[in-house]
């Protein structure tokens, strides 16, 4: 019998500590040793000239969740799960939603139903809560915590999910008990409506006046709020999709004040601008780059490196959620009259690994120790699932991306896996690539083909964030 399933030889292993030429040896799917040379495994990899990294965490991902009437998402569990193993990413978080006046255990038991034996990638759940009544926030919340669903998100915009400030105090008061991990949309829903209104009547309709009625200050007041309602609670936040030097501040300045506040940034604030979207109609496409918070301008980019070379940013995360460029999607009939019918959201699942490895490790701008914090460990981290998840040492799960950090290649939607019709990033040329993707110890992706099948990932029961109220 061999003594490894699996090894992984001639590479060089990358941690978001270390750098270290290694071989792996995998067994029963987890990593059984990390050793100069290690002989004797069934299969062998040859990872000469290769990177040897964690698998990606996506903890920020939309897959099949309601849009309360709006156009319907276009990846469910299956083929958003493969496209994030095409991206190198073997874990994902997507969001099992609560409409208003539902129980969370049925739209738990529900979303359950959605990924059950369709998965290429593992997977856990947050929950949303847009109905914080006394049941849930007195029963269903903290239990369903302690079943391993760690984590909630809450909106400050959407008339269908947006809380108001007394709903959040109560909503962040009831996590602190619960040591649940707040996941926070900072946008304020009075401001945007005032400012979406002011468009309208000005004729001001097209797609680009989407960024326009959400500026900066939009989620600066928001992120200063959500902040300050932390503060007063006594309860850690993460806030999340942050898209530019405003929002960040809140965040660095109430860092600085010892709060734990924390801030997750996405691809589309380094590699997008509104300017993508200026001058284009809904036959031109524009509604394609539509997605809340909106990117800014190069300034805001700077500033989002900043946030993620000095640790203001825990997580690069792709806020996947991707609509049909079509009269299904992003140009629906309803979308045609305004801005503010076009689904928010864009997919990002598959690029995500890509776009930060070739705008921020290929340009000098961070390190392959930070890139893999940012993509993998941090994610498992403040998400509950370390030390199963998120590095390569023993014990952690076999999930792992070889990486070509050589390998040349222009973004296109060719290369996709997903069902979404199109890339937001077509025509991105980035240096860096994934050319394997292995879950607990069985190959699912080589060179863009997928070898894995639906049922190849599983349900991630996640302990308490330790990020969370202590
Ligand atoms: N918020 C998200 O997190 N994703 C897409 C749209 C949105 O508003
Ligand atoms: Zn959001
Ligand atoms: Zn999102």
């Not at 049941?135 to 008339?159: H, R, W």
């Not at 979406?196 to 200050?217: D, F, N, W």
């Not at 524009?286 to 825990?314: M, N, T």
Request: glycine share 12%.
């Amino acid at each position: 019998m061999p003594d490894f399933d699996l090894s992984i030889r001639g590479g060089t292993v990358v941690t978001a500590s270390d750098t270290v030429r290694a071989d792996v040896g995998i067994r029963n799917g987890r990593i059984a040793a990390v050793a100069d040379r290690i002989e004797g495994a069934a299969r062998s990899i040859d990872a000469s000239g290769l990177l040897v990294m964690p698998g990606g965490i996506d903890s920020h991902v939309h897959l099949a969740q309601p849009t309360f009437g709006g156009p319907k998402m276009s990846d469910d569990f299956l083929t958003g799960t493969r496209s994030a193993i095409a991206g190198g990413t073997t874990t994902v978080i997507p969001f099992a939603t609560q409409p208003r006046g539902a129980s969370l255990r049925a739209v738990v038991s529900d979303y359950h139903k959605e990924a059950d034996g369709k998965c290429f990638a593992d997977y856990g759940f947050h929950l949303i809560i847009t109905d914080p009544s006394p049941s849930v926030l007195g029963q269903e919340l903290p239990a369903l915590v302690g079943d391993g669903y760690t984590s909630f998100k809450v909106f400050m915009t959407y008339a269908d999910m947006v809380l108001n400030d007394r709903e959040l105090l109560e909503v962040f008061d009831c996590a602190r008990g619960c040591r649940a991990l707040v996941m926070v949309h900072a946008e304020g829903y009075d401001a945007i409506q005032f400012m979406t209104e002011r468009l309208e009547r000005a004729g001001k309709t097209a797609p680009y006046y989407h960024g326009v009625s959400r500026p900066e200050i939009v989620e600066r007041e928001a992120a200063h709020r959500a902040i300050s309602h932390a503060e007063l609670t006594d309860v850690p936040i993460m806030i999340v999709h942050v898209s530019g030097r405003e929002a960040m501040e809140q965040i660095r300045w109430a860092q600085n004040r010892g709060l734990k506040i924390y801030g997750e940034t996405c691809p589309q604030y380094i590699a997008l601008t509104a300017d993508d979207m200026k001058g284009l109609n809904m036959d031109e496409s524009g509604g394609k780059y539509v997605c809340s918070p909106p990117p800014r301008d190069h300034a805001s980019q700077e500033a989002i490196w900043q946030g993620l070379q000095q640790g203001v940013f825990q997580t690069f995360s792709s806020d996947h959620c991707p609509f049909m460029d079509g009269v299904d999607g992003k140009r629906s009939p309803k979308a045609r009259t305004s801005f503010k019918w076009v689904p928010n959201g864009i997919p990002g699942v598959e690029t995500r690994m890509a776009i930060l490895w070739g705008l921020g490790v290929d340009k000098g701008r961070i390190g392959m120790n930070e890139f893999v914090a940012l993509t993998s460990t941090n994610h498992a981290k403040m998400y509950g699932l370390y030390p199963q998840k998120g590095s390569i040492a023993p014990g952690f799960d076999a999930d792992i991306v070889l990486w070509d950090p050589n390998r040349k290649e222009t973004i296109r939607q060719e290369l996709m896996h997903g069902a979404c019709d199109y890339t937001p990033y077509e025509g991105l040329a980035v240096t860096g690539w994934p050319v394997m993707t292995i879950l607990r110890g069985k190959p699912v992706c080589e060179e863009g083909k997928i070898l894995g099948e639906p049922g190849d990932g599983g349900f991630l029961k996640r302990g308490i964030s330790p990020y969370a109220a202590k």
